[in-house]
């Protein structure tokens, strides 16, 4: 059974940072792509951030060069740095693996990051 964990989430105040963590079990994250997502309220779910399974990675525009994707393969476990962080990044942040070859996609639960100004 495939689970995925998200945590590092909060309030922090603009120009701050946050990590956020995702841990796998049930599934190889280095042998996937990973990525990262968030939700906005009254926004559609955009992908922020990915990392092939050839450790490749990619971001949308809003986020390049504050954003940084991750992974740890000894820990199963990618991770999501963000800095200089705005208002706009508030969002519930998602993980996601898509199994490479099939498309398949399992989801975390979510976790909450907020902004202040």
């Known amino acids: 059974q495939v689970q995925l964990v998200e945590f590092g989430g909060g309030l922090v105040q603009a120009g701050g940072s946050l990590r956020l963590s995702c841990a796998a079990s049930?599934?190889?994250?280095?042998?996937?792509?990973v990525g990262w997502y968030r939700q906005a309220p009254g926004k559609q779910r955009e992908l922020v951030a990915s990392?092939?399974?050839?450790?490749?990675?990619s971001y949308v525009n809003s986020v390049k060069g504050r954003f940084t994707i991750s992974r740890e393969n000894a820990k199963n476990m990618v991770y999501l740095q963000m800095n200089s962080l705005k208002p706009g990044d508030t969002a519930v942040y998602y993980c996601?693996?898509?199994?490479?070859?099939?498309?398949?996609?399992?989801w975390g639960q979510g976790t909450q990051v907020t902004v202040s100004s």
């Open positions: 996601n693996v898509e199994v490479v070859g099939t498309g398949f996609k399992y």
């Open positions: 049930g599934i190889i994250l280095s042998s996937n792509i």
């Open positions: 990392i092939s399974n050839f450790g490749s990675t």
